[in-house]
């Protein structure tokens, strides 16, 4: 018994300490409490008079959307900071720019002898027309080959002049053509008549109608005849104007081809040994032959070797043309050489250099490796000109 009245001695005494100890606690975090709210009482006194009278955990509140408020703003202004930071730079190297494109205008100027910009712009648009023109002239040069076996505007129109019934030949040949197949086919319809002549002839044969059937026969036989002999003629008509436009051909063709295929062998690096013309049916094609005599047509050909091709062809024509004339035209190029490797440009300039001594020789490039390979290769004889398009002229002027 006395053991357990010392047990609840023992609980009132740990009671008493505990609620003690809470009491201690409290009136601590109240101290702490109270001088924490007379803290932001009197900061909010100097810094936010707005807040005065308002309990601490309403002003902690209010400071808090005050806060995030002023980072937002914060936010905003380092964003416009860096912002202004880039157009800025932008502004000085867009200045930059503008005096590059001033010093470049002022020396085309000098150039082209203009007065102010937009003499200059006049100048640089006839410079574009004229580049337009030049391709637009290039097609139609590069078909006219293409129809006139790679010869020369020039050298056609003289063919054309020395032979004066070429046109009115192939005119016939046309006409002959024509007539020839309307012969085919009333012979195509002549043919069922005489073998329906025939069975009806068959059925008939021993009655009373047998002549007239005789008859019918004989009429069939007779056209048949004439569509023969009028065929006859005509064919052998068209074979030898046929005959007579390739022989003429050739006569003109040979030492074109013999000087282009030089040139394709040099801008191929050997690769190719020669051109020739063969027929493909009734129309000529250029066929080109491999050192190792392989035959390689135009569809086998890569779009370098095209390129090179006709580049030889164009050369080869116009060194014909200088021969027989006493005029020489300058020579424009506009992106010759796109699809040429370093080596084989240096050897279309090769051709050029050569050219130059005959003609006068027009280099327009965007690639300023080429130029490089212009300078490097023959630097006495070359003479760069930089060119500014219509777009930039527009850009520094506004």
């Not at 995030?68 to 930059?96: F, I, N």
Request: with cysteine.
């Amino acid at each position: 018994m006395a053991e357990k009245l010392d047990f609840f001695d023992e609980l009132r005494e740990v009671e008493t300490k505990i609620v003690d100890l809470k009491e201690s606690q409290i009136g601590s975090l109240k101290a702490e409490i109270d001088e924490f709210e007379d803290r932001v009482k009197t900061k909010v006194l100097q810094e936010y008079p707005d807040l005065v009278g308002s309990d601490a955990e309403d002003i902690v509140r209010q400071l808090k959307k005050r806060l995030d408020s002023s980072l937002r703003v914060k936010t905003r202004r380092e964003g416009l900071t860096k912002q202004l930071s880039d157009e800025e730079a932008q502004k000085r190297e867009l200045t930059q720019e503008h005096r590059a494109l001033t010093t470049s205008i002022d020396q085309m100027r000098s150039i082209v002898g203009a007065s102010d910009v937009e003499t200059l712009r006049t100048c640089i648009q006839k410079s574009d027309d004229l580049r337009s023109l030049r391709g637009e002239q290039s097609e139609l040069e590069k078909e006219l080959r293409s129809d006139g076996d790679g010869l020369s505007i020039l050298e056609l129109k003289k063919e054309c002049d020395s032979v004066q019934d070429l046109d009115s030949a192939r005119s016939e040949e046309s006409r002959l053509e024509t007539q020839l197949n309307e012969w085919r086919e009333q012979e195509k319809e002549l043919l069922p008549k005489r073998t329906e002549a025939k069975m009806q002839l068959d059925e008939i044969r021993g009655s009373d109608e047998a002549a007239h059937a005789e008859f019918d026969k004989e009429c069939a036989l007779a056209e048949m005849r004439d569509a023969i002999e009028k065929y006859i003629p005509i064919r052998a008509s068209a074979v030898v104007l046929e005959w007579a436009i390739e022989r003429f051909r050739k006569e003109r063709q040979g030492p074109l081809l013999k000087r282009a295929s030089e040139i394709f062998n040099l801008l191929t690096l050997g690769s190719f040994a020669q051109i020739e013309v063969q027929m493909e049916g009734n129309k000529p094609a250029l066929v080109a032959y491999r050192n190792n005599k392989d035959e390689v047509r135009l569809p086998g050909l890569s779009e370098g070797s095209l390129d090179q091709l006709y580049l030889a062809l164009r050369v080869a024509a116009l060194e014909e043309h200088i021969k027989g004339s006493d005029a020489s035209i300058p020579f424009v190029a506009d992106d010759l050489f796109i699809n040429f490797d370093d080596e084989r440009a240096t050897a279309g300039l090769e051709v050029l250099l050569e050219l130059s001594r005959k003609c006068q020789i027009l280099f327009f490039t965007h690639h300023r490796h080429l130029v490089d390979l212009a300078l490097q290769f023959a630097q006495d004889q070359v003479t760069v000109t930089e060119l500014m398009s219509a777009q930039q002229a527009q850009a520094v002027s506004t």
